[in-house]
Structures are given as C-alpha cells and as structure tokens.
C-alpha cells in the first residue's frame, strides 16, 4: 500500500482541494442564479433537496461505514481483509441504492406535482435515479480511500469530477436548457451524474492497480450493519426532516403577509447566503473528513492520549477559524453579496448567519469525531430530537414572523444539537476544555469587529479585522507560543 501522509499533512492537501471546488461550486451557484434568477434557483433547492434525500436514503450510511470499517481493518494491522469489506460494503450500496432509485423513478409525477409543486421538474427526478447507484459506489470508493490515508489520489480524482460536471453542465444549460427553470435543474442534475461516473471508473480501476493480498473470507455483514444501519437512520432522518423543512418552507412562507414572493426568499437564502456563509468551512471539512478513520484507527490501538490531543486540538481550530471567518463576513456582507448576486436582501442575510458561523463550524468538526469514536446510534437521537423541533418551529413562526422565524428556528435546533454532541464528546473522551478561551476568543472577535467597522474601504476592513483580533487573541492569552510552534511544525517536511 503507497506511503501514508501524518492527518494534518493529509489535511493541508484536502484544504486546497475543498478550497478550490467551494470556489468553483459557489462561482458557478452565481452563474445559475444570474441565468434563472432568485425564483429559479429555489425551484433549484427543492429539486436539490429531494435529491439529497434520495441519496442519503440509497447511501444508507455506506460511505463512513466503508470508512469506519476500513480504518479498524488497518489500525489492527488486517490489509488483507480490506478486500471483504469493500466487497460486502459494495452489495450492501447496491441493494439499498437500486430499490431508492427505482422508487424515486416511478413516483417522480407525484414528487414533482405533490411535493415540489411543479410538474416540469420530473425529467430532473428521473435523471436523479438513474445516476443514484453510481453514486452511492463513489461513496464506497471514497470512503476506502479515505480511510486509506489516499489522499492525494482522492483530491485529483475529485478535481476531475468537479471540472467534468461543470463542463457538462454549462453546455446543457447552454444549448438545450437555456432559461427554462425545469430544463435547468435537469442540466445540475446531468452534470453532477456523469460527474460521478467518471469518479466511479478511476476509483475502481485504481483499486485494481493496487493489487492488494485478500485473506480468508471474513464475515463482515454483523459489522457492517451494525455500523450502517445507525448512521442510515440517523441521515435519513436529518434528510427527510431537511427535506420536509425545505419543501414546506415556501407554502408556509406564503402565508405571512411581508413576503411577495415566498420561492425567491427561500431561494436567497438557501441558493445564495449559505453557499457563501460555508464557502470557508472547505478548510474545516478536510479534517473532519481525515478525524473519522484517524479517531477510528488511535480507538482500535487504545491511543486515548493520542485521541484526547486531537479533541483538544481540532475543537481549538475550529473555534478560533470560525471567529475569524465570521467577522469577515460580517464585515464585507452587503458589498460581497451585491458584487456577487446584486441582491441587497442576501447581504442582509448573510450578515445575520455570519453570528452562528462558530458554532456551525465547531459542530461539523464535533460530528465527524463522535463518529470516529463510533457514537452513531446516540447521534440519532440527538438528530430525531433537534430535527423533530425545527419542523415543529418553521411549521408554527413562517406564518406569522416570516425569514425571522426561519433564522429563530435554525439557531435553537443547531445549538442544542451542537450542546448535546459536544458534551457526548467530552465524555467518550474524557477531555475537558477551559470555558475562558471560547469566552476570550468571542470577546477578542467581537472588539475586532467594532473596531474594523469604522474603516469604509472592504480590505481594509478584512486586514483590521484580522491583525486587531490576532493581537487580541495574544494579549488575552488565548494564543500561545506553542500555537504558534503548532502551526510551523505543520509545514515542516
């Protein structure tokens, strides 16, 4: 097997590599909004979300069981059964993704008209089944790879994936789709399958190539349902409650009186301030992306120091990173968004999530390590719990508070969850963090940001911003020299 990179060289990797496609992703979210307009790209989001719930309910929780599972096999010193596993991981997506997308193909008439409210989405639900399997195999693929420590093979196979499906795409939206908002979310559709096919062959055909020794045929069914079976659950929930938020948001939204156009409000906020609000999160989502099988791996070995060190570590990035990303937003919303979508509303918006940015990046690196430390089956508690009061909240306030009772809704259920997955954290681990430094960190933020605010131009806000928080964040002891010696020693080879 090729040589493994230490996590945070791994994750160095990642970081550009998610950098690059946010970059892209986001650029070209601003081109489909110029060519079908606010109203478009929320017919774009409900499309989007019935796809993603199709998806989660076909992947089944194969991809970070294929990762959790691999992961044990290594960090026990079994390359040899890697094999069974990919194989018994492989049969399992197969049978739950084939019986997704032969349903979703059959009632796309009824989701279309029922649940999207708009019949000439069919053809997009039905480009959705039919790439839904292949899909779900990337998952598998991605997820060996993963936990393989494959890194730079992964990145460059997802840059082609991304280039592919942008290419197709635009040349579907260019010569057949044009403005028609069905035809649009068709050509998304079609882009990100062929996408996914191309994904599909080079992980295959690399897996070939590495002619790996299979030992004798292990069971590998109890795991991998004990496994996938709890983050199945756990997923479809959360995507059949974000679907359902999603599907319900604009008829609910109708009914309150300060919205004219219930589609281009949700579709702003969605389609334009979230892409945007987790642009920078590209840098966070490759250490969640390597914590999973390197917390697997340090649990399987008993390495509970080692565990206990990278809790303490990733949590104190993720804050700091999320404070410092979330003043900048806030500081620049309105001209960033009127430079990108010539939409004074977004920037609006975007100032008001930017407040939940910590806590929002804080708990996408929580989650990926209490399913490293093998914490599913809480999880799902935790998830019917926050998802279960979020529709109940959008369900009683969009009427009567509108995008206020949205934003309401989506701070109480994110930060309970966030709560409840950081204390389960701290127990499995046994780690603890001192209160003062989010509370010194928050303080140093918030200073930076009032004192940034008096300067007019956009980068010298940003520059401010961030040497007035830097200094703060060393005179308050929030930063030390370690840190410091931390962050060089990353670098060094």
């Given at each position: 097997m090729p040589r493994k990179m230490p996590i945070f060289y791994s994750a160095l990797m990642l970081t550009g590599v998610n950098l690059l496609l946010r970059l892209v992703s986001t650029s070209f979210q601003v081109y489909i909004s110029g060519r079908i307009g606010a109203a478009g790209v929320g017919l774009l989001q409900l499309v989007l979300s019935v796809g993603m719930l199709a998806l989660t309910a076909g992947m089944a929780g194969v991809r970070t069981a294929t990762m959790y599972l691999t992961a044990e096999e290594l960090g026990h010193k079994r390359p040899q059964n890697v094999g069974w596993v990919l194989s018994g991981c492989f049969l399992y997506s197969i049978l739950c993704s084939g019986l997704i997308a032969m349903g979703l193909y059959f009632f796309a008439p009824v989701l279309a008209s029922q649940w999207i409210g708009d019949i000439q989405t069919v053809g997009a639900i039905r480009t959705l089944s039919a790439f839904l399997p292949i899909t779900c195999l990337c998952g598998c693929m991605t997820g060996y790879f993963t936990a393989a420590n494959r890194i730079g093979t992964l990145a460059a196979v997802e840059v082609a994936e991304q280039l592919l499906s942008m290419a197709v795409t635009m040349a579907a939206l260019s010569f057949w789709a044009g403005t028609d908002a069905g035809r649009a979310c068709q050509a998304v559709v079609l882009g990100s399958g062929v996408g996914a096919c191309l994904t599909l062959i080079c992980l295959m055909l690399l897996r070939i190539r590495e002619r790996a020794d299979t030992g004798p045929r292990i069971r590998i069914s109890h795991r991998l349902l004990e496994t996938a079976v709890p983050l199945a659950l756990a997923d479809d929930l959360k995507a059949g409650i974000s679907s359902t938020e999603n599907l319900m948001v604009p008829k609910r939204l109708s009914l309150y009186p300060g919205v004219q156009n219930p589609l281009a409000a949700f579709g702003t906020i969605c389609g334009m301030v979230f892409p945007v609000m987790m642009f920078p999160a590209a840098i966070l989502f490759g250490l969640a992306e390597l914590l999973i099988p390197e917390l697997a791996r340090c649990a399987a070995a008993g390495s509970q120091r080692r565990i206990g060190y990278l809790v303490r570590r990733s949590l104190r990035v993720a804050m700091l990173y999320g404070f410092l990303c979330s003043g900048i937003l806030f500081l620049i919303a309105d001209k960033l968004c009127a430079a990108l979508y010539d939409n004074q509303e977004a920037g609006t918006y975007l100032q008001l999530y930017a407040l939940l940015i910590p806590m929002l990046y804080c708990d996408c690196i929580t989650d990926a390590m209490t399913k490293g430390l093998g914490?599913?089956?809480?999880?799902?508690?935790?998830?019917?719990?926050?998802?279960?009061?979020?529709?109940?909240?959008?369900?009683?306030?969009?009427?009567?508070?509108?995008?206020?009772?949205?934003?309401?809704?989506?701070?109480?259920?994110?930060?309970?969850?966030?709560?409840?997955?950081?204390?389960?954290?701290?127990?499995?681990?046994?780690?603890?963090?001192?209160?003062?430094?989010?509370?010194?960190?928050?303080?140093?933020?918030?200073?930076?940001?009032?004192?940034?605010?008096?300067?007019?131009?956009?980068?010298?806000?940003?520059?401010?911003?961030?040497?007035?928080?830097?200094?703060?964040?060393?005179?308050?002891?929030?930063?030390?020299?370690?840190?410091?010696?931390?962050?060089?020693?990353?670098?060094?080879?």
């Open positions: 914490q599913q089956k809480i999880c799902v508690r935790y998830n019917i719990l926050t998802s279960s009061m979020d529709v109940a909240f959008l369900y009683l306030l969009l009427p009567r508070y509108g995008m206020n009772g949205y934003f309401f809704s989506f701070l109480v259920t994110h930060l309970l969850n966030f709560i409840l997955s950081l204390r389960l954290l701290f127990k499995i681990s046994g780690t603890r963090i001192s209160p003062t430094v989010p509370v010194f960190a928050f303080a140093a933020a918030g200073a930076a940001v009032w004192a940034a605010s008096f300067l007019s131009a956009t980068a010298g806000r940003c520059i401010g911003f961030v040497l007035i928080f830097g200094c703060l964040l060393i005179l308050l002891k929030v930063l030390h020299k370690e840190d410091l010696q931390w962050l060089k020693g990353l670098f060094r080879i």
